[in-house]
């Protein structure tokens, strides 16, 4: 059972250069979302998705952006990378809309970024 | 605005009980969570709390007090594996999850 996965695990790549981060679920979730997680911050929405078709913007979406072309695929890619950028991201799933009505999230493994 | 309190790190010996403590001030509730965080892994859910009240799973427990904006975490005969991070979570009047910063919980021998 793979659940959710992400690639690539960990990146280091240089400002000004375009990156996309990619995450595949075979649960059939019809949520998903893409945080980024910074030492001493919660966890921070990027954008998300209601169902495939559909995207929004969440709390920090500058500088990103995402495509639902399907149910399983939910891409994040970086335009022009900054060394700002560099943080720890995690895609996640749930079969809820934000995880309501104990809908839990589902998450990936994680995606290290590094911007130099 | 809407913010999440928690700890950043609690200390505890294995083989007792910690509380992990969570406030909260969030336009409109619709639900609370809680999920554990081993370093360098994913977030995996533990809890869900949405009416007053304590919910037992096994060795942890966790509490919801809504008038209060106030949430607890109990986790009874720590094992070394529990150490980890803990993060509460709530969901607003749009269905968005708000996340405080967790807190990093160590047990010592």
């Known amino acids: 059972i793979a659940g959710i996965t992400q690639a690539p695990t960990s990146q280091i790549l240089a400002a000004g250069r375009r990156m996309t981060l990619r995450c595949t679920q075979d649960?059939?979730?019809?949520?998903m979302y893409w945080y980024r997680q910074d030492l001493g911050l919660g966890l921070r929405l990027i954008h998300y998705?209601?169902?495939?078709?559909?995207?929004g913007k969440g709390e920090v979406p500058d500088g990103y952006s995402v495509s639902r072309a399907n149910t399983d695929d939910f891409p994040l890619t970086l335009a022009s990378a900054v060394p700002s950028q560099t943080s720890v991201y995690f895609c996640?799933?749930?079969?809820?809309?934000?995880?309501?009505?104990?809908?839990?999230?589902?998450f990936g493994e994680g995606s290290r970024l590094t911007v130099l | 605005g809407q913010n999440i309190d928690q700890p950043t790190e609690m200390t505890a010996t294995e083989g007792a009980i910690v509380q992990i403590n969570c406030t909260y001030q969030?336009?409109?509730?619709?639900?609370l969570f809680w999920y554990q965080q081993h370093a360098g892994e994913a977030p995996t859910f533990l809890s869900y709390?949405?009416l007053d009240g304590l919910e037992e799973k096994g060795r942890f427990s966790s509490f919801l007090s809504r008038s209060k904006g106030y949430s607890y975490l109990l986790l009874k005969e720590l094992q070394m594996k529990d150490s980890a991070s803990y993060l509460c979570?709530?969901?607003?009047?749009?269905?968005?999850?708000?996340w405080g910063a967790g807190t990093k919980l160590i047990i010592k021998p």
């Open positions: 996640a799933s749930s079969d809820r809309l934000a995880g309501g009505d104990t809908g839990e999230l589902f």
């Open positions: 649960m059939r979730h019809n949520a």
């Open positions: 998705s209601n169902t495939a078709g559909t995207t």
């Open positions: 969030t336009s409109g509730f619709n639900g």
């Open positions: 709390n949405v």
């Open positions: 979570a709530t969901l607003d009047s749009n269905y968005q999850l708000i």
